[in-house]
């Protein structure tokens, strides 16, 4: 006989995360079947074997991991759940990948409300369908009080190729058009506000969302797409900085047009923050030859629901300063965009 | 955001632009004081934009650039001693004191929190009545006011595990001791907008008069610094000395009432050690005796740390307008924004920083 299990199933009956329910045991399994099981159902997974076994079409495989640490756990916009989904389904899709399979690894910390990791995991299943993926494989451990911060995750993910396809941060052609899905800036800001407790008129949200289906979307219309990247961590400028190092050109961008939302804006110039140093989670950049970029940004619009609607064609690649990316001012100077430093610090005044 | 935008008009920029080629006959050098008009003139390229023989430089007020080595080296040693927590702001973590920099130090184990006021170091203490928090309490008199009720809120509450680190500048004895230097380089100043909106400009008046230059409270947006160059301009083309407001919208003569008051209140005036500057008499700000239980440099008695500079940097030279970043044999080579020899390399306000991000890369 089989129990159907769904989600939400009925929570454990313990309120916090204990030692226990990391070693393995009989706590383990009840972890596994209370919370886990229930929300990430699939057949590779219920198997309940130490590993997934799954058959993938011929072709090249996309592979990829990251692991995600934020504080807090839960922001305006999402949770460290659908980030650690999304996440790896984007690092899928801006290389050309279909996303299929993520494993799920969780590192909690001893004391852990046990209702606030249900919540993670539902979030985390919630994005998987979204995304069309299945959380196939998994791992829990836990340490003690204080050697983590509240919970990390770490997914990898893999994925099938499309053919045909020749997408790379090398592949920069002076002459061609640079795009970005929609606005820039919203979750690092949405993540900064709420950790700092900073209230603002407007609540400031983050944009976590899967991008496979947008991608899929612009490679059917426009597969000659020389590069894309989802700009996480370091925001546009780090990702376009790669852009023009890897391929030896240079980046010229017009500041009028990079989409910025005022109150993400406001929030970035009152603490002293460059918002193109800080952190999309739900955003795609998209390098194109020029007279491919008008179709590339309908597509856009017509796909990525709300946020397609700042997207916009923000600059061009270059002969001229080689490994280099230029903002033009509306004044009509011109500024460096340097690689970001670090950790995005707060000016003073 | 619609009001801030009619100063970011590109527009009325370029009008104002061509009013200053226009009057310009001869070449004038003027000082922008503040570290957030720097960021904004560099940001926004408007020193491409000037004519040859409008040339800007960069003035000392940059707080992060002229907090001195010493108070650094002293805030690390009190970050790095059992149950201390040290708040400060963010910028402030990565200027290098003599051996590392407060960001290393927090690596290390010491309990150092980014705070965005003075106030909310004060929430830190009275969350934490078994720590002593220490507020890294550096600036111009533009969080002077801040960090003075923060030490009358304490007092008030009997908060004894509170204190402040206090480098506090002023702007006046700074720009007195500029025009006063043999090399008589500055011939105007854009005067610092927020310092303004506290102290008002009436203590600008004399000096003003005593030096014969024309002194010009001024905003951050484009066309606010454009307006402020145009007027600074306009007075120096027609001989004019005096201070002229520029930045009506927040500033008054008087400037604001209560947060002087308090500021009176909390702190004296004091001789204060400028960073590559030296000491400038009765430059900054200290703690009165009566709040002196707040005064960490007491609590943790550390005056008696009183390191050297390195001399690769050059640093005072830049801050005072007599070199530009790119003359320093260290810039872009031994010093960089990922390994800063001095501090005006740190900050986006930085003259030397700001350079290196939107400008000339050696």
């Not at chain 1, 606005?183 to 983050?206: K, N």
């Not at chain 2, 690596?107 to 965005?116: H, K, M």
């Not at chain 2, 407001?245 to 005036?269: C, I, L, M, P």
């Amino acid at each position: 006989m089989s129990i159907e299990l769904h989600c939400p199933a009925p929570l454990s009956r313990h309120e916090t995360i204990q030692m226990a329910h990391g070693a393995g045991g009989m706590m383990s399994r009840e972890l596994t079947r209370s919370i886990f099981l229930p929300c990430f159902k699939n057949s590779l997974l219920d198997v309940m074997d130490d590993q997934a076994k799954i058959s993938l079409d011929s072709g090249k495989v996309a592979f990829t991991t990251d692991t995600f640490v934020v504080t807090p756990v839960f922001f305006p916009g999402g949770d460290i759940g659908d980030l650690a989904v999304n996440g790896t389904v984007n690092d899928l899709a801006v290389g050309g990948a279909t996303p299929l399979y993520l494993s799920a690894g969780f590192v909690i910390e001893e004391g852990f409300s046990m209702p606030d990791l249900q919540r993670i995991v539902k979030s985390m299943a919630a994005a998987a369908e979204k995304a069309g993926v299945k959380i196939v494989t998994g791992d829990t451990k836990v340490v003690e009080k204080g050697q983590c911060d509240g919970m990390f995750i770490n997914t990898s993910g893999i994925g099938v190729i499309r053919e045909g396809l020749d997408i790379s941060c090398a592949n920069l052609k002076p002459g061609d058009s640079v795009l970005v899905s929609g606005s820039l800036g919203d979750h690092g800001m949405a993540v900064m506000t709420a950790r700092e407790g900073l209230s603002f008129q407007s609540v400031i949200t983050s944009d976590t969302a899967p991008l496979n289906g947008l991608i899929s979307a612009i490679l059917d219309g426009v597969p000659h797409v020389h590069a894309m990247r989802d700009p996480t961590r370091g925001g546009l400028a780090a990702s376009l900085n790669e852009f023009a190092e890897a391929s030896g050109v240079g980046i010229v961008l017009n500041e009028e047009t990079l989409p910025v939302k005022p109150d993400v804006l406001g929030a970035c110039e009152l603490l002293g923050i460059d918002p193109l140093n800080v952190a999309n989670e739900g955003k795609v950049v998209v390098v194109v030859p020029e007279e491919m970029s008008k179709d590339v940004l309908e597509i856009i619009r017509e796909n990525a629901d709300v946020a397609g609607q700042h997207a916009a064609i923000i600059g061009k690649v270059v002969d001229d300063h080689p490994g280099m990316v230029v903002i033009k001012t509306p004044l009509g100077s011109r500024r460096i965009l340097e690689m970001p430093l670090g950790e995005q610090l707060p000016r003073i005044c | 955001m619609k009001y801030i935008d009619e100063y970011r008009n590109p527009e009325r920029a370029k009008r104002i632009l061509e009013k200053i080629k226009d009057s310009v006959t001869r070449p004038w050098t003027i000082m922008e004081i503040c570290g957030g008009q720097t960021h904004s003139i560099i940001r926004n390229g408007i020193d491409q934009l000037l004519p040859d023989t409008v040339r800007l430089i960069h003035g000392p007020g940059c707080p992060v650039c002229v907090t001195p080595l010493e108070t650094l080296d002293r805030a690390l040693s009190i970050a790095a001693r059992p149950g201390v927590i040290l708040a400060s702001f963010g910028d402030m973590l990565r200027v290098p004191g003599s051996g590392k920099d407060l960001l290393q130090a927090r690596s290390e184990g010491a309990d150092i929190r980014v705070v965005f006021s003075s106030l909310e170091a004060l929430n830190i203490a009275r969350e934490n009545p078994q720590n002593e928090v220490v507020f890294l309490a550096v600036g111009f008199e533009t969080t002077a006011p801040g960090n003075a009720m923060a030490v009358k809120q304490a007092a008030r509450e009997g908060l004894r595990n509170f204190s402040e680190l206090v480098s506090q500048f002023l702007v006046p004895p700074a720009m007195r001791a500029i025009l006063s230097s043999e090399k008589k380089i500055v011939e105007g100043f854009l005067a610092a907008g927020h310092v303004c909106t506290i102290t008002g400009y009436e203590e600008y008046e004399p000096i003003a008069d005593a030096y014969h230059v024309p002194i010009v409270p001024t905003g951050f947006e484009p066309v606010d610094i454009l307006s402020g160059i145009l007027r600074v301009v306009t007075m120096l083309e027609s001989g004019e000395s005096g201070v002229c407001n520029e930045y009506g919208r927040v500033v008054s003569r008087e400037g604001n009432q209560a947060a002087r008051k308090t500021v009176d209140e909390v702190f004296e005036v004091t001789d204060r050690q400028w960073r590559g500057i030296g000491v400038i008499p009765l430059s900054g700000l200290q703690l009165r005796g009566n709040y002196s239980l707040f005064d960490a440099e007491k609590k943790f008695d550390v005056v008696h740390i009183q390191p050297e500079e390195s001399s690769l940097c050059r640093s005072g030279e830049v801050l005072q307008g007599m070199i530009t970043p790119a003359q320093c044999a260290a810039f872009g080579k031994e010093c960089s924004p990922l390994n800063p020899l001095g501090a005006p390399m740190v900050s986006g306000e930085g003259a030397c920083a700001a350079y290196y991000k939107y400008h000339k890369r050696a």
